[in-house]
């Protein structure tokens, strides 16, 4: 740029006064995001309230937002303010919780939960499932999901199932988060929260869930080193002083796991059976490969990298529909993009709804076509572009956990079960804390073995 010339404001709506985009993103902050990109570019500007918001569509301003200048964006805490964990932490504070977080994400301890995990999704099968199945009725698949992906995080972090009461508390704070106002009016209009009447049941099953986080934490404490959970790694771990986390600390990044780690991967599933359901020659083919790597036995470890066809499913599955909404930020010191001015105070958001649709560079953005996830043809795609998981200093510390997991329900669904779309219920997306199907998404379970039997051309068998 030569000296002196003006930075420019991107291109946006000038909204209405004094709300600018509000009622818009009230209404569907999706579809506004999608049509402003569509109208104004990979760069726009728009206003909430008296707050400017950018919007940036491509991934050379994802990458400077999220990576090259992250120190400069942190993440703004309004969206999950209370937690008091990872998620709504920053600066030094969060990059030590970060640290002392990371020893229980790593690749051997997330391996050695896979049998965990397969043995509770055949339990919550067993137990809760089957019962459904048997009666033929409609089944909330966002709810049977939320208990095989809360019974994994009940391993994963504290080495057991959860119970009743635990599960009950989930799915209260889960309906809460997702019955919510768009995420970025959370974001920028934190104060309105104190008039949501709900807030009281909210926070009784918060506190039966920090109870528990705390009642393990004391557990652990009296038997000593030694556990193989991700609770018991954090409780290990000690910063570069000796120093570990607080009995507080702890328990705010037990809730964090949990719900960082159950909502997003019940949404992706959801998303993957949906798209499954659309294409039947996706899910056949999902079908013979299940068929093929594991017949009847339940997966293992080594069998994960074999069931291919269905991790691009699943990918492809969060292409279209990424469970987490909004990637966002606020500028800390102003800054520019490009040639675009970036004020101290401005909210910058990334939308990976909208950059999983950037027609110049994915071919038919709208069309579901697993292929794309590929070995040879996943090698092209730019970095900052599809960020289901986020990318950069924040990016998701779960990512390797939720596919491994994620692989393996989808797997052991297919085994098991056909799930059909109860004819004439709309599929209504919602955006709240996820990306998720509005009342959950109504399926039919019929057992896989009921409807694969063949009819004998010479009568019965003997
Ligand atoms: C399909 C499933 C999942 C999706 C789509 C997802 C997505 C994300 C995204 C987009 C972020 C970054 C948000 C941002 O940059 O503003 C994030 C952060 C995070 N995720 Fe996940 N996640 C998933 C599963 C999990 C699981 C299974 C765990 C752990 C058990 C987990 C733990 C975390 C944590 C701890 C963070 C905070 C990182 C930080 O702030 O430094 N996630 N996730």
Redesign the pocket.
């Known amino acids: 740029m030569a000296a002196g010339k003006r930075l420019a404001v991107p291109p946006g709506p000038r909204g209405i006064w004094p709300v600018g985009s509000w009622f818009e993103e009230q209404a569907d902050s999706i579809g506004m995001f999608l049509r402003y990109f569509n109208r104004y570019g990979d760069i726009v500007r728009f206003r909430l309230g008296s707050t400017p918001i950018y919007l940036v569509n491509h991934p050379r301003y994802v990458k400077h937002v999220?990576a090259d200048n992250a120190a400069n964006y942190p993440?703004d805490a309004g969206?999950r303010r209370g937690t008091g964990?990872?998620?709504t932490?920053s600066g030094e504070t969060?990059k030590r919780?970060?640290r002392l977080?990371s020893p229980?994400?790593q690749r051997p301890r997330m391996e050695a939960l896979v049998p965990l995990m397969v043995r509770s999704t055949q339990r919550t099968f067993d137990h809760w499932w089957e019962e459904r199945v048997r009666t033929g009725q409609p089944v909330n698949l966002t709810e049977a999901l939320s208990r095989v992906?809360v019974s994994?995080?009940a391993q994963?972090?504290y080495s057991e199932d959860a119970s009743e009461e635990v599960f009950a508390a989930t799915r209260q704070v889960l309906d809460f988060n997702n019955d919510r106002r768009p995420p970025l009016s959370a974001l920028f209009f934190q104060i309105l929260s104190f008039l949501d009447r709900r807030k009281p049941r909210r926070q009784a099953a918060m506190g039966v869930l920090k109870a528990l986080g705390l009642q393990q934490v004391a557990r652990r404490r009296e038997a000593g080193a030694g556990g193989q959970d991700?609770l018991s790694a954090m409780m290990e771990a000690r910063d570069e002083k000796g120093v570990g986390l607080s009995e507080e600390e702890l328990g705010a990044?037990f809730f964090?796991?949990?719900f960082?780690?159950?909502?997003?991967?019940t949404?992706?599933?959801v998303w993957t059976w949906v798209e499954m359901a659309r294409h039947p020659e996706v899910e056949e083919q999902v079908r013979g490969e299940v068929a093929r790597v594991l017949g009847d036995r339940p997966p293992t470890v080594e069998d994960l990298p074999k069931l291919g066809y269905l991790t691009q499913v699943f990918q492809e599955a969060?292409r279209l529909h990424?469970?987490?909404p909004?990637?966002?930020?606020t500028a800390l010191a102003s800054d520019r993009m490009s040639d675009f001015d970036v004020p101290a105070g401005t909210g910058v958001v990334a939308v990976?709804y909208v950059l999983h649709r950037h027609p110049e560079f994915w071919e038919e953005p709208e069309r579901f076509w697993p292929e794309r996830f590929s070995r040879e043809k996943e090698q092209s795609i730019p970095r900052f572009l599809y960020?289901?998981?986020?990318?950069?200093?924040?990016?998701?510390?779960?990512?390797n956990?939720?596919?491994m997991?994620?692989t393996l329900s989808l797997a052991m669904m297919v085994q098991r079960y056909r799930v059909s779309l109860v004819p004439g219920v709309p599929i209504v997306p919602k955006v709240g804390a996820?990306y998720h199907v509005k009342g959950g998404l109504k399926v039919i379970l019929t057992p896989a073995r009921q409807v694969a039997i063949r009819v004998w051309p010479h009568g019965t068998p003997s």
């Open positions: 999220l993440r969206e964990g990872l998620f932490l969060w919780h970060r977080m229980g994400f992906t994994h995080m994963a972090v991700m990044e964090t796991l949990f960082a780690g159950h909502e997003a991967t949404s992706a599933l969060m990424p469970p987490a909004v990637l966002g930020r990976p960020v289901p998981f986020g990318v950069g200093q924040r990016m998701c510390m779960g990512n956990l939720a596919l997991e994620a996820t």
